[in-house]
Structure formats: structure tokens, C-alpha cells
């Protein structure tokens, strides 16, 4: 079972960017997929960016244009830029893997524990 370690995350103001690393102990094979899940206080856990093979890529509307997903399988590594922090986005963001549909986020079966980001206005 592959674990997967979120680190990256943190306080920054509204408009602010961090970027999301996800170590993975191995790089899974093909066929893929990797995702970025995130949870608010009080909310249900919601996918936000996914990819799978060479790149191909999958983005809710509500990070489209903010949010980049990419991948670095040398390195057993995910990662997620966030530009243009909003309060909103304001949430513990979780990697995951181990769906056999991408972007059927209930699918995912391998989690880490979590990194938290925090955006104030």
C-alpha cells in the first residue's frame, strides 16, 4: 500500500500563493490517478485538482485558473500551486491515490494525513 506525507502548508494572506508537496513512499503504475482533496471546518472533504498519465489534468471550477496539479514520478512527488489565495480555500488539504476513475473522487483509496492552509483577508 503506497503512503503518501503532505507537507507545504501554512498561514498566508488573501492573494498569497503556497505550494503543496506530497511525498509518496512509490511512485504508482500505470494506470493512475493522483489527486488534491481538501476539508473546511464543518464541511465534507471535496476533490479540487486531479491527474493521471503523461499529465492530463482535471480541476474544479472553484481553483480552475488558481490551482495547478503536477507530478515529478523521478521523485515520487504531487504537487499543488495555489496562486491567488482566497479566504475560502481556507482548509486541511489531503493527497491521495488509488482511484480507479479520476475524477470519481469517492474512488480514492490511499490518503495522507493532511496539511493545513490558512488564508486570512
Known amino acids: 500500500q503506497v503512503q503518501l506525507v503532505e507537507s507545504g502548508g501554512g498561514s498566508v494572506q488573501a492573494g498569497g500563493s503556497l505550494r503543496l508537496s506530497c511525498a509518496l513512499s512509490?511512485?504508482?503504475?500505470?494506470?493512475?490517478?493522483l489527486a488534491w482533496f481538501r476539508q473546511a471546518p464543518g464541511k465534507d472533504r471535496e476533490g479540487v485538482a486531479a491527474i493521471w498519465g503523461a499529465g492530463s489534468t482535471y480541476y474544479v471550477d472553484s481553483v480552475k485558473g488558481r490551482f495547478t496539479i503536477s507530478q515529478d514520478s523521478a521523485k515520487n512527488m504531487l504537487y499543488l500551486q495555489m496562486n491567488s489565495l482566497a479566504p475560502g480555500d481556507t482548509a486541511k488539504y489531503y493527497c491521495?491515490?488509488?482511484?480507479?476513475?479520476?475524477?470519481?473522487?469517492?474512488?480514492?483509496?490511499?490518503w495522507g494525513q493532511g496539511t493545513q492552509v490558512t488564508v486570512s483577508s
Open positions: 491521495a491515490t488509488g482511484a480507479t476513475v479520476c475524477i470519481m473522487w469517492s474512488t480514492y483509496q490511499h
Open positions: 512509490r511512485f504508482p503504475t500505470m494506470p493512475y490517478c
